[in-house]
């Protein structure tokens, strides 16, 4: 298997905008790569972004798993919202993960919509987006796939895999499906399962999508409409769960937006709703709902333990090194998930290290400004 790279364009937002995209090869495994859902692809897209330089014995190569409405760019500015890449605070030139040092690869998820596979796709046996018809994916599906783009650049054996949350989840199955192909673990705001809150909050989030009549039961791209509102309200709803109420509280308060009286009506009165608003609109001009809905689902799907009887027997054969790091104001991912990891690792004889940081920022410190954060991981990763 080798690499073709090709530059595509893909379109975005309710005004389906066409903006280039790069770095998309198209992966022809030897076998068709069977899936969770049983459902099988052998020749699919998958878009990454590198940075650094590859060492001659391909033993500097550092995994980037991205979380839910990430994608691939993360240290250049977006393609199609211009703005910096969403990890430039922990990855760069004399950063922790850094590009002097490492050679850092950041795919896009399977089901995603900036050109990894996924439901924008056309399916060829229709020559119309895949829409609905897309397979259900999971996590482990998605860590296959990524398999397959290392086998693609020769990588045998990962320096490390880092992730936070989503992206977490994923690292966290590389330990279990190839355990053997990893050095280090860096697992940050994660958990080897979903809650049932976790799941809670998706399907509010699914459901205001699937409510939008513009949704068009999923085949809105063929229909010429956009559920834009379904998937603000989405995005708004799950943002919520990325702050904490300290955070909220010292970022907004009770202030009111540019009024100092109520409306007595509906608009955005408080700062707080006009941020929500704003990021709800924002995500819409950069995300595909039906892509919305197969992570969110790959996501509800995960679980270590049941997919592998244990925590224990899905850990077994990792032999590296890990850091796990959870935040105090996290309630999305909290501190407990983390340490069921950290217990079953050592338990299964693994080098791990584990810590919780003191932060009110939520579940998105770990893409924030934390120097704790930025040390550990620093350490961890030059031993």
Not at 14 to 25: H, K, L, N, S, Y
Not at 80 to 95: F, I, L, N, R, S
Not at 144 to 165: F, N, P, T
Not at 203 to 208: C, K, S
Request: charged share 20%; net charge negative; glycine share 8%.
């Amino acid at each position: 298997m080798s690499l073709k790279i090709t530059h595509e364009k893909r379109s975005f937002g309710p005004a389906q905008r066409e903006v280039e995209v790069g770095d998309i090869t198209l992966l022809a495994t030897d076998k068709p790569m069977r899936l969770d859902s049983g459902a099988e692809i052998s020749h699919f897209p998958m878009a990454f972004r590198t940075y650094g330089t590859l060492n001659k014995d391909k033993s500097n190569a550092i995994l980037i798993c991205h979380g839910l409405t990430g994608d691939q760019y993360m240290l250049e500015t977006h393609p199609v919202t211009g703005k910096p890449g969403w990890w430039e605070q922990m990855a760069g030139k004399g950063k922790p993960l850094d590009t002097d040092k490492y050679f850092l690869i950041c795919p896009n998820v399977l089901g995603g919509c900036l050109g990894s596979f996924g439901p924008k796709e056309i399916n060829p046996n229709t020559q119309q987006p895949y829409n609905l018809d897309f397979p259900v994916i999971t996590i482990r599906d998605t860590v296959r796939a990524q398999k397959a783009l290392m086998d693609a650049m020769g990588i045998e054996i990962l320096y490390a895999v880092v992730g936070g949350s989503m992206g977490g989840m994923q690292a966290l199955e590389w330990l279990a499906s190839y355990p053997e192909k990893v050095q280090r673990l860096v697992a940050l705001a994660t958990a080897s399962r979903h809650t049932a809150q976790n799941i809670a909050f998706h399907e509010i989030g699914r459901q205001a999508i699937m409510a939008d009549p513009d949704w068009q039961q999923g085949n809105y791209l063929n229909k010429g409409t956009f559920p834009s509102k379904g998937l603000s309200v989405s995005r708004m709803t799950a943002h919520v769960t990325y702050l904490s109420d300290d955070a909220l509280a010292r970022k907004f308060g009770r202030e009111l937006q540019d009024r100092d009286r109520f409306s007595y009506g509906f608009e955005a009165d408080f700062q707080v709703e006009s941020y929500l608003r704003y990021q709800g609109m924002s995500f819409v001009d950069r995300f595909d709902p039906n892509s919305y809905l197969y992570i969110t689902r790959a996501m509800d799907y995960f679980d270590l333990e049941a997919d592998y009887g244990s925590l224990a027997q899905a850990f077994g054969a990792f032999k590296g090194s890990a850091l796990m790091v959870s935040f105090s104001s996290d309630w999305l991912f909290p501190t407990g998930e983390a340490k069921r990891v950290v217990q079953a690792l050592a338990g299964c004889g693994a080098d791990v290290r584990f810590m919780e940081i003191d932060s009110d920022k939520g579940h998105d410190a770990f893409l924030l400004d934390e120097p704790e954060l930025f040390s550990a991981v620093k350490g961890f990763i030059a031993e």
